[in-house]
């Protein structure tokens, strides 16, 4: 992995920017890991991702902590969202191919294109490290 973005983010509108950003970059089969502290941002980047991905009116994405995988039909096809806070060795490798995935407290980096570290440094601000495979 290679450390191609450092930023400093001071609210929730700077992390929708970076996840335009990032998903302008997508060719629509990645796997993006998002590493954080609870309420680092993950989950927030994620909605700034579906946003840019031009999610479908009437999904709301939610942080799949309890469902572990939450999909949403976007206009560049299909985001999926899922969280390993509670089952470290579910096996998503299936899913890989169907859409962007995107996924939290992912820990080996193996099926990883992009790695999002994202560390809350004061209330409202993130230090946010981009990595790409």
């Given at each position: 992995?290679?450390?191609?973005?450092?930023?400093?983010?001071k609210?929730e509108?700077?992390?929708?920017?970076?996840?335009?950003?990032?998903a302008?970059?997508?060719?629509?089969?990645?796997?993006?890991?998002?590493?954080?502290?609870?309420?680092?941002?993950k989950?927030?980047?994620?909605?700034?991702?579906?946003?840019?991905?031009?999610?479908?009116?009437?999904?709301?994405?939610?942080?799949?902590?309890?469902?572990?995988?939450?999909?949403y039909?976007?206009?560049?096809?299909?985001?999926?969202?899922?969280d390993?806070?509670?089952?470290?060795d579910?096996?998503?490798?299936?899913?890989?191919?169907?859409?962007?995935?995107?996924?939290?407290?992912?820990?080996?980096?193996?099926?990883?294109?992009?790695?999002?570290?994202?560390?809350?440094?004061?209330?409202?601000?993130?230090?946010?490290?981009?990595f790409k495979?």
């Open positions: 992995m290679m450390l191609i973005k450092e930023l400093r983010l609210s509108e700077d992390m929708f920017k970076l996840a335009e950003e990032i302008n970059e997508l060719a629509g089969k990645e796997v993006i890991c998002l590493k954080g502290n609870l309420g680092a941002g989950t927030t980047f994620v909605k700034g991702l579906a946003k840019a991905m031009g999610i479908e009116k009437g999904y709301q994405v939610r942080s799949p902590t309890f469902t572990l995988v939450n999909e039909p976007t206009k560049r096809g299909k985001l999926i969202h899922i390993l806070y509670r089952v470290k579910f096996d998503y490798t299936e899913l890989i191919g169907e859409g962007i995935i995107a996924v939290e407290w992912e820990e080996k980096n193996n099926n990883c294109n992009y790695v999002i570290e994202i560390e809350i440094i004061g209330e409202n601000e993130r230090l946010v490290k981009v495979k």
